[in-house]
């Protein structure tokens, strides 16, 4: 059985910083992407943040670029997201996102086949 854990949302201060993880198990992501998607109450899940199997390719959504960075480990099976200068509109759930197949928009939540239960981010202002 597939399960993605993440572990540490928080609530932290605006300017503050966070360190999400995403640990796999019951199957080896090494060979796929990987994605950070969150949710605001009311909002849509969006992509934040996605990176390639091997770690040298990553993208991100404009409104986190030069505050996040993703990267992974694949020897751990995990994959982090660290965020800096968080803004109060950060806030929201994030989830952990993982496929095993190389079709279907890697920018949309339709492009993964397994998400984590979420964690959540607090910014207060």
């Known amino acids: 059985q597939v399960q993605l854990v993440e572990s540490g949302g928080g609530l932290v201060q605006a300017g503050g910083s966070l360190r999400l993880s995403c640990a796999a198990s019951?199957?080896?992501?090494?060979?796929?992407?990987m994605a950070w998607f969150r949710q605001a109450p009311g909002k849509e899940r969006d992509l934040v943040a996605l990176i390639n199997w091997s770690g040298d390719t990553t993208y991100y959504a404009e409104s986190v670029k030069g505050r996040f960075a993703i990267s992974r480990d694949n020897a751990k099976n995990t994959v982090y997201l660290q965020m800096n200068s968080l803004k109060p509109e950060d806030t929201a759930v994030y989830y952990c996102?993982?496929?095993?197949?190389?079709?279907?928009?890697?920018?949309?939540?339709?492009?993964?086949?397994?998400w984590g239960q979420g964690t959540q981010v607090t910014v207060s202002s």
């Open positions: 019951g199957r080896t992501f090494s060979t796929y992407p």
């Open positions: 996102a993982a496929r095993n197949r190389n079709d279907g928009s890697l920018y949309s939540t339709r492009g993964y086949d397994y």
